[in-house]
């Protein structure tokens, strides 16, 4: 993007800004001036909400409304800059981990939102938001480089359903191995990854994927899973163990002769 589409306020923002969202490409020039602004003042007030932020200045908080009530502004196109951006500064790592959670936005307290469903409760509405955070190995962040939004039908929330019948992409636990396939796309070739996640990503699912794809795995333990290499169980492996790495195999489940297919 060229300086000569942007208004002359944009040409005062910190240069991080321009670095991590000059290259959005929403269609439209104006509003890639919009996004380097909104990110500007959002980051300068991250305690504000755009009404405490823009506060008696009522054109910037109409051209904040509309920029995001613009069909061209999606969730994936004001993170496609950053996930660049932090794809650059992953290639000059010598390892990357990638933490992946999801966070539960809790939006009870708005009645009039439309699109919500339930999160812990069925009282509750709100959104479920699945993020990868890149980060070196020393722990400093890097950036986001995948990210997964989405809300759960209310008419089945809550129901008994046997999860065995159920094929593995239509679970909610997908996510996990969907996030760490999109994460690791956003590495560069060649750069050793590691994926880590909380008990709740101790997925079968997830161990077949590593062991098919160009990344480990770092999970927390939640079971005392049957071990191929060496034989026995996984805990009692790992507290027979004097090291703080080690390598476990474990064994492939008979219906699953391929690696789990997970949509992009």
């Known amino acids: 993007m060229h300086a000569e589409n942007l208004s002359a306020s944009t040409l005062t923002i910190d240069p ?16 890639t001036g919009r996004i380097l602004t909104f990110a500007h003042d959002l980051a300068t007030h991250p305690d ?12 910037n ?3 904040s409304y509309r920029f995001l009530d613009n069909d061209a502004v999606t969730p ?10 932090t794809g650059d500064r992953s ?3 010598s390892w990357v981990l990638i933490a992946q959670d999801t966070s539960y936005f809790n939006y009870t307290h708005h009645p009039a939102t439309e699109g919500l469903g339930p999160v812990e409760r069925a009282e509750d509405q709100g959104l479920m938001v699945h993020t990868a955070l890149a980060m070196t190995a020393e722990g400093v962040p890097l950036g986001i480089v995948a990210q997964k939004i989405w809300t759960r039908d209310p008419a089945e929330f809550g129901k008994s359903r ?31 990854t590691v994926i880590i996640g909380d008990r709740e990503a101790d997925i079968y699912e997830v161990f077949v994927d590593a ?34 790495i080690s390598s476990f195999t474990i064994p492939q ?6 690696p789990v297919p997970i949509p992009s």
């Open 162 to 192: 046997p999860r065995r019948s159920r094929p593995f992409a239509d679970k909610e636990s997908a996510r996990w191995v969907e996030i760490a396939q999109a994460a690791t796309r956003g590495v560069p070739d060649g750069t050793p």
């Open 48 to 59: 504000l909400s755009m009404a405490s932020l823009y506060h008696g200045d009522w054109a």
């Open 253 to 258: 489940k008979k219906h699953l002769d391929s």
């Open 211 to 244: 062991q098919t794809a160009s990344y480990d795995v770092l999970v927390r333990s939640a079971r005392d899973r049957r071990l191929a290499d060496p034989e026995g169980y996984l805990w009692a492996a790992v507290e027979a163990t004097d090291i703080c």
């Open 16 to 31: 991080w800004v321009f670095r991590e969202f000059g290259l959005a490409d929403f269609g439209d020039a104006r509003l």
């Open 61 to 63: 908080l109409k051209a």
């Open 76 to 85: 994936a196109a004001i993170l496609a800059p950053h996930r660049q951006a």
């Open 91 to 93: 290639g000059r790592e």
